[in-house]
C-alpha cells in the first residue's frame, strides 16, 4: 500500500491579513538571574565532528529542559554529573537550583562523549542519556509533590554515543513500556560524494512484562537511517506510529526479526525480470518474450484484435488486455527467433503516435528506447538549455533566463516533507510535501498529545497539532503568530526559538546576550486611530527586547505560559512575560 499525499489544512479564521506588525514597546520586563552552583555541562564540538549536521545536531543543543507534565519547572545537568532542578513558585522568592539526580559514570573519563539529554516521558519517569551511549529510564515519583530520590529502572549500553529527542510511556494489558527516541551521527566509510556520515534515527522499546517483574528489558529496536538532522521527529501517543520532518527522507535499514523476513520477500518481489522488453517505431511496436523451455509452436496462442492481444505459452497466460492505441490486426505477426524469443510486430493504426505503455495498467514489461530516438527528442527540447547563461535573449525561443528569478523563486532540489511511518510495518504511511514551509521550533502543548511544530506560510507562523487518531485529517492548525515567519528570517543571529504553550506569545534569542519577544494582538487601555485607512485601532502586537547581564553563551532556552527561562554557562535567567496564565 503506498503512502497516502496529503496536505496541511489552513484554518482562515485563524489568519490576520490586516495585520500591521509589532509596534516596539518600551515596557520595562521583570528579569531575575540565578547563580550556578557550577557550570553546565556543555560538550564542545569535535574536530571530527565537522558537518552541518552535527552543527545542527549537538552544536545547537538545547542544554536546558522544560518539564511539561508541571508549569515552571525546568531542568539542566551539570559540569559535575548533576541533574538540576528548579520549580518556580513565585518569582520574587527563588530558591536555588536543586539536585534531583547525579550521574553514575564519571563524564570526564570519555574522550568522545556527546552533551548528556533527558526526555520527560510521564509524570513518574524519565528517560537519560549520559553523552557516553547508555540509556537510562528513570522513576521519579510525582514530580510535582516533592519527590523522594529517582531511581533507575532500566540502564543498557546501545553503542556509539546518542541523545534523546522524544519519549513516550505506554500500558497495555498490565505491560509497562517506555518507547525512546535516540539519535546518532555515524560515520559511512562508503560514502565518497557526501559528507561521509548519515544520521541514525532508533525507536528503542522497553518494556517490563506485568507487575511482578521488576526488570525492564530491550523488547524492539527499529533504525531508520537519513543524510539530514530531522526537524522534528516524535512518537505518537499509542506507540502505533512515528512522525518525522526532514529535509532528507529516512529509510528503515534494520527492524526485528519477523518483519525483516517479510521485508525481504517484498524486496525479492521486486527485483524479479521483466515478463516481456518492448521497443516502438513511429510505425510499429516489436514485443520480445523469453520462451520456457522445451516450448514448441504448438504451445503458443496468440490473439490480435484491433484494441487487445492475449498471448499464452503451455497455457499460461504471459500477456493479455486492452492496449494502449489501436493496430492493423491483421497485418500483425509473430515469429520464433533463434535465441529461444518469440518476436511479436504490432502494426500501428495511428502512425506517428509514440505509446507510453503498451497493454494499460499492465507493469510486467519493460520499454526499451532507441538511441535514435531519445537523440531526435534531444534535438527538439535543445532550444530550452544552454551551456552558456541566457547566451541569446532576442532569439525566438530563448531559454529560461536564471537572471530574472528573485530570491523567492529560488527553490532547493530537495525540500522538507513531514512523514508518518507505521509502528508495526515501519512503513511510510503519509506524506506531506512542506515545500518552501520552513521550520521553525516545536512545543508541547498538551504532554499527553505530541509537540506541536511551527512552520512558516508566507509572512506567518502557523502551529500544528498531530492528532494521530484522525487518519484523514492528522495535523490541526491551532494558532497563529502574525508576520513572525517574516520576522525571525531578519534575526541572523538567532540561536533558540520558542512559543508559550498557550500561544500568547513567541520568542527568539541570539547567541549573546538578547531576546526578542513577540506578543499577540491584545486590547489597548487607549484609543488609537490609524490616519492612512482611516479607523481606529482596536488592537496591538508588542515586540519587546530584553538584554542580559552577562557575557557568557546562551545555552538553554525554554518558554512557559508567564516566564522565558534562559541558561547560559554560569547562570540561570527568569524573564517574567505575563502575570496570570
Known sequence: MEAANCSLRVKRPLLDPRFEGYKLSLEPLPCYQLELDAAVAEVK??????????????????????????????????????????????DTAL?????????????????????ASIHFTSPTCVTLSDGTGRLYVIGTGDRGN??????????????????IIHSISLLKAEEHSVAVLLLRIEKEELDMKGSGFYVSLEWVTVSKKNEDSKKYEITKHHVLRGKSVPHYAAVEPDGNGLMVVSYKSFKVVSVDQELEESMDEDRSEKIKEPLYYWQQTDDDLTVTVRLPENCAKEDIEIRFLPDNISVMLKDVQVLEGKLYSSIDHESS??????????????????????????VVGDKQGELIRDPAQCAAIAERLMHLTSDELNPNPDKEKP????????????????????????GNTLKTTHVVNLGSNQYLFSVTVDPKEMPCFCLRHDVDALLWQPHCSQ????????????????????????????CSPNSSYAALCECLRRVFIYRQPAPMSTVLYNRKEGRHVGQVAKQQVASLETNDPILGFQATNERLFVLTTKNLFLIKVNTEN
Not at 488 to 497: E, L, M, W
Open 471 to 498: 487518519q484523514d485529517d492528522m495535523w490541526e492548525h491551532i494558532a497563529t503568530f502574525n508576520a513572525l515567519g517574516y520576522v525571525q528570517a531578519s534575526k541572523r543571529d538567532k540561536k533558540f526559538f520558542a
Open 399 to 422: 531559454p529560461c533566463n536564471a537572471q530574472e528569478l528573485e530570491e523567492c523563486d529560488i527553490f532547493f532540489e530537495e525540500s522538507s516533507s513531514l512523514c508518518r511511518f507505521d
Open 45 to 90: 564540538l569535535r574536530d571530527d565532528q565537522y558537518t552541518l549536521e552535527h552543527m545542527h545536531a549537538f552544536g545547537m543543543y538545547n542544554y536546558l529542559h522544560c518539564d511539561a507534565w508541571y508549569q515552571d519547572s525546568v531542568y539542566y545537568i551539570d559540569s559535575l554529573g548533576r541533574i538540576m532542578n528548579l520549580t518556580v513558585m513565585l
Open 333 to 358: 505477426a509473430w515469429t520464433i527467433k533463434e535465441n529461444d524469443s518469440l518476436e511479436i510486430t504490432l502494426i500501428k493504426k495511428n502512425e506517428g503516435l509514440m505509446w507510453p505503455e503498451l
Open 95 to 115: 530558591g536555588k537550583p536543586r539536585e534531583v539526580f547525579r550521574l553514575p559514570t564519571d563524564l570526564t573519563a570519555y574522550d568522545n562523549r556527546l552533551c
Open 146 to 163: 516533592n519527590p523522594e530520590k529517582w531511581e533507575i529502572v532500566f540502564n543498557e549500553e546501545l553503542g556509539n554515543p546518542f541523545i
